[in-house]
């Protein structure tokens, strides 16, 4: 078990008050190696200062575990959650009023932060839209602004060309695409700055459940992707939001 | 075993001729089914009317192997020999007048038929050029005339971009990619025409030996594109001949 | 953004008024590369010429969005809807005059062109007849005279050999097949015409939904096959039917 | 097209009445390579020789369409119908007498041959018994006595060993295991016959379906042991059958 | 440890002879279960009612491995050792009278066995052939009469047709086939016998070691195909002799 | 058939009474290699020194076939079955009295032994316990102590480095973790003692179902860990029980 | 053909000098869709702005090939070359001065820009150095400050835990592991920035050329972890050079 | 980076001497989490309680390196070098006293201790025994007995069997196999302890480089049986040695 501050204050108290030897003291700090880490502070500092919300996967949970889970960690600011189906996010909305996307499956019970830089998320098809939504929803829960560029794939490659101007002054780029997911090179070989690639389980046949697309963009010829699990919107979003804060405030 | 040309006759003379009734006859006909074949026909007449040269598979064949085959083919037109390493083709030299290219590995026997039509073979990058120089050479040799654009791969779309009007005017594009293969798909959806998309092993990590690409070709978004084996060079440029054939020679 | 037509003119006539001078047009037109292009005039242009309909993917999409894509397109020429339910289907027919076909899961709003030339499409078993089906209708709805071989497979070689006729004398064939897909080769080493080789998913165990078929097919030792996606019959009629088309009418 | 017999008949006829020359009737005969076959001879051979029922494979067809086949088919014999629902089988009473096993989803119509010889079919475990009923039912079909040796998989191997006798004096014998599929390789070690090993699709997690039995059966370190398709109870009684076929009666 | 028959009969003599109870008999021969095995009778009865030779796997194995264990082995009868490399087989020919096949890498140490019935081994191309050596080997040195048929694959359907008669008058036939492995089905749709397919490592790209042709193998929608390891030729011919052998002599 | 105790007494009490020869005594014994295996008693043997429960393996096995195959095991001590749905439970409640743990799907019908030593069971994610709760039920009904530790993946390690005393002090580990399965190397880097690694098919995507986790484990960089097969919590269980069972009962 | 911005000046004094008229320069521009794209201008602009030296990938091109591109591409600024081997570098240095990284197989022609910011590097385990070296060297001559944490892997956790400062503060992380690719879960877990992972070929068995690592990687259950190909050094490093750059000067 | 045990102890005796306040002290200890591990501890107390060498993966290190290292940490007591070829070896022996195994691929430097308990390690065939020897002697330099039995594959059971005694006898058993890995299921199914699968690379064709056996041994139907990695003799030894240290002396 973690050491708490008030007991290592005491020990410490205990030794200047010659109660204790350094020796004993020594002994108690030593004898548990790892115990004295005041883990809660990792957390708690991030949060401070990124704001970030808590986040529940929903897939796999019940409206009632998500709703209690959800009760604990509101009280500490806003809570995302991902992989939630309409019925459930029906049964969460009698509790709290929550944001809920139907087409990104996700929600957030809290208050969206105000937008700072922009993220640019763009889809190669239309079914990718659902992944692309999970990401976008979360970027703006994590403070991004964003810009969605939906269906420019590369099969018709001047949808993506009439849009050339907010590719190639992005900060970051969140390329989603299914199939042959060749969208994520053809867009970094455009763009300026890193590339997240999302692979989604679009297709049929030989796409194998994504996979197809996810060896596609890992093998991307383009310098500066990288690429994120199937269908993880959330994720991309997650990093990409990351690299969005680092930019100083007035670029 | 097939019935030779000269017993058939001979037999239709006994029938002819009453030596042999017409139910003998038709047993002998009959008793084999599949056996009456005369199959040398079919390879010959394909032979006349495309003047197309036999084929030899050079890999796991030994130089004294191939100059064995390739003296009993050359009697009736041009031979090609693909998959034919510099010591092997070295080796042929000394028997046959040949014209070998030692990036495509691969030597015609023979002369070049006079080129018709236009086959356009495409690269990704540069280390694709030898399974592009396969085809090339394979569509010459078949009596095709050819434009190449080596290196024109989607992560430099300016580069692709820049030869549009081959694109958009050819009869039949092969094009040819390793590592994510995004060329088909973006070439297919400039182009007008039939893509033969040709996957190769270029690549590493996790282009599994051309596996990525391959995968990929086959989900193109595009309409358009189909493909052949990993590093099949000359299997494209067969069939690209064949689409390139058809064509009215004033077009 | 792309430059308008008016924009282009208004531009030219001002440099032409001397109102712009020759250095200011040539910045606007070289500011933003890419920008200029007059994308629509590709499809259009695509679309004049051949006379294909528009295609939607209709797996994913609900009737009503079908519907109102539908009728956006249709105003334009017929719309080719794939992968479309019997209930969707349905739904779509009290909106417009559609035929459809169930086997295939596909519909055309519109009226099927007369038909040109000639697609033979065969079938390993009966059990491929669906993406056969989809194949058949995507390439009359295309403008091409369709010719079926059902229930051909090779371990019935007899059948497929009644049918020699047909394959000898095919302009392109579309071979269709599950479980070992050997019916692509069998048919390539027939014919004298290009083989578009279509796996189906049909099978069980260690056909893994179609992956021995479609590796059977890249495979083949007979030259002049090329594959698309696992029950991909649309894309494989969309390329027999560029094939088609380089015949001369008279052919 | 094939040649009907009556055709053949009437050209020979005409050359013996000198009707027809020599050289016309060569031609007529030549001109069509492959078109002479009587291919239904070869089935109709087999089926007289072997009396081995016409095989319907019942997945993916309708009940109706299952009854409409059988109609055709059971005028010249049995029918056996494979991988037929309860419902389908209900539906199917209704039109032929049938016997119909549940378990092994398969079905006769018409009478059972007298059984000769034996084959022995063994499952490593309960799971597996559908597949082996699949094989017995169909060994019997095709006239064979059955034994069967159920759920003496290799971790019990005392179990196995207890049927040594039936093991040790087998003509033919089937193994039927998923999971691990060690029973093929310990069954082929202790017999002295032919091993038809068919992996089942029976586990979970790393069984993938049946992949791992498959792979394990396949590398059987056993001499003596072939493999059919993943849960292909039919297609090994089919080959067991054979090789049961070929023993002397008095054996 | 395995109780030696001279042990059993002391024991029961002492039984006999009242110098050792009922009960502790009972006890010797109850208390280790299993060891009463007298494992070698199997292999050796198994020997002398087939005469097959003792099989060495050369793989892996030096030179010196192979000599030691065959003079052991080569007391009781021949000795068929596969994988021999030609520097191996020549370090062997030194100390034993040899027979070696070197494109099939094989060798028998002692005289071949009057051969019997016939086993047809076919190879869809001569890449197959030293596939198909090891199997026509190790026939031969099982006492099996061998037709060999090479190089007849599908795609030129007119070379295996031109052999139906072997084909459909086989006992048992062997079909060796890379790539796309179709081979197997369409020899098995035309003969009326058990067929051993075996697919070889033969090919390039996506045949990924011969996992393509094995997956089409397995896929056969032929009746009566069974499949070994991929380029196990050895495996195939040591089953087909088992089946060979099951037919009467005057057959 | 195996040979009862009593046949050989009988034998025996023959032999002593010279009413058979030791010939023929020992021919009976000889003849039936294998047979005289008193199999049950490995079995019988095998509970008596541990108590172990007779085990079902519920799934595919319907409510009837389970009460009637636990009818007969009950009766020489507990059963415990797994992969039990909660319908089927219900069933087997009518008949016996049983302990039913809903979340890992298990019932054990008997008492449970009185536990001993400790099996420390941890989790990755919360997904994961269903697979946790197989394993923690199963050691109990071994009769081993259990701790669990959910939850305690490396994404927050602070909440796994905050139960150090338990890992440090185990005697034995079950690490149960999906997604990318790292729990097991962090737990084997940290712990003195085997740890048994479940992968779960927890995950999404490039998971593959359970795929990524088994290879992650399987490729662990820390010394002491083996893998069980996705999902199997039981086999974990039992293995463990083996390994606490070794220690003596005062450590 | 692009066309040249001379061209261009020239077509449009010819409008202004009214020698050609508005309609026929439209025509002119709108003619050829893309074909105004001055493309060269984008790679231009990109190395103007970030200073980014050429790379050039060493594999699979020859010393001379190298060193002819290397002479073009050096009058611009530095060219980084990747794969490149001892010998081929030595031949490299006999025409540049080169700085080569043995380890990483990378060289610089030209020179390391002053560092800014500060990329962290840390692998699992001392065989990983090699990638980890090219990740390091490009950082370093893409402009960052480089800090790398060695061999800290998950199954010494205590190594990596001791450098918690540089993990907790850094900007961003490249992740480099085989085997089991823990690492990459485990450092997410702790540090507060994107972390980018990169999956060796490190390991034997079920590593599997480094999709084990791949695959845990992608599955990574911490957030803001993104992946690159296996061994894929410099790419994850030209990422984590975009990320570094987006900081602000005094951060 | 780790506070020492000297700086530990001054910053109490500051605190007991009141030359550090309370506040200022635990400012120290908590400012950096995770910093205070007294990392080393860990690894020193495992290797007092247990004796176990240090280990050096010697594939992918020059000789060189193992040297340096092995100087280090030959300090401590003894060091274990696995995958160490036979020029490395030589190399090695001229600096320190080794043992060393030749076909394990691995060394000793320092004593082996006195052995204890037992360990079993069996194989399927010869071409395992390398695997078997690294764990073997790595067994040995952990400290315990070893009983080996080489070539008891389960396609000669009763060389199997006739070692019953020494497997249902067994502590801990190490079961090695590569091909169809049947050893691992049927030896569980004999014995009553832990075993431990270790699959090998042996084979060929499907084999696919040990992930038959691989798979088979993960679903293994006998219970008690866990796996590690393709080839890894060394982790089964280890986690064996473990299981045995866990048995009373007397045992």
Redesign the interface.
């Known amino acids: 078990?973690?050491m708490k501050?008030s007991e290592?204050?005491r020990l410490?108290?205990q030794?200047?008050a010659?109660q204790v030897?350094?020796e004993e003291?020594?002994l108690v700090?030593?004898k548990?190696?790892?115990?004295?880490?005041?883990?809660?502070?990792?957390?708690t500092?991030?949060r401070l200062?990124?704001g970030v919300p808590e986040?529940i996967f929903g897939?796999?949970?019940t409206a009632a575990q998500i709703i209690s889970i959800t009760e604990v960690l509101q009280k500490d600011g806003s809570v995302l959650i991902t992989r939630l189906s309409e019925e459930k996010a029906a049964a969460l909305q009698a509790h709290f009023p929550i944001t809920y996307n139907a087409e990104g499956h996700i929600a957030l019970v809290g208050t969206f932060p105000a937008p700072k830089g922009n993220i640019v998320i763009c889809t190669?098809?239309?079914?990718d839209i659902p992944v692309a939504e999970e990401a976008a929803f979360t970027a703006k829960a994590l403070g991004n602004r964003v810009t969605t560029l939906y269906d420019v794939?590369?099969?018709?490659?001047?949808?993506l060309?009439?849009h050339?101007?907010e590719i190639m002054s992005a900060?970051v780029i969140i390329a989603i695409a299914?199939?042959?997911?060749?969208l994520?090179?053809?867009v970094?070989?455009?763009a300026?700055?890193?590339v997240?690639a999302v692979?989604t389980?679009?297709?049929?046949?030989?796409?194998?459940?994504?996979?197809?697309?996810?060896?596609?963009?890992?093998?991307?010829?383009?310098?500066?992707?990288?690429?994120?699990?199937?269908?993880?919107g959330?994720?991309?979003a997650?990093?990409a939001s990351?690299?969005n804060a680092?930019?100083?405030s007035s670029y």
């Open positions: 078990m973690v501050q290592l204050y410490l108290q030794v200047a010659q030897s350094v003291a020594a700090l030593k548990a190696p790892f115990e004295k880490l005041d883990c809660a502070q990792i957390d500092h991030r200062r990124q986040v897939e796999g949970k190669g098809g239309t079914s794939g590369v099969a018709g490659l001047h949808r060309l009439s050339l101007d900060r299914g199939m042959e997911g060749a994520a090179s053809v970094a070989g455009l300026d700055c890193p997240i692979p389980s679009v297709g049929y046949g030989a796409s194998f459940g994504g996979l197809s697309a996810l060896l596609s963009m890992l093998n991307s010829c383009a310098s500066g992707v990288s690429v994120v699990n199937i269908d993880n959330f994720g991309a997650y990093q990351m690299i680092a930019f100083p």
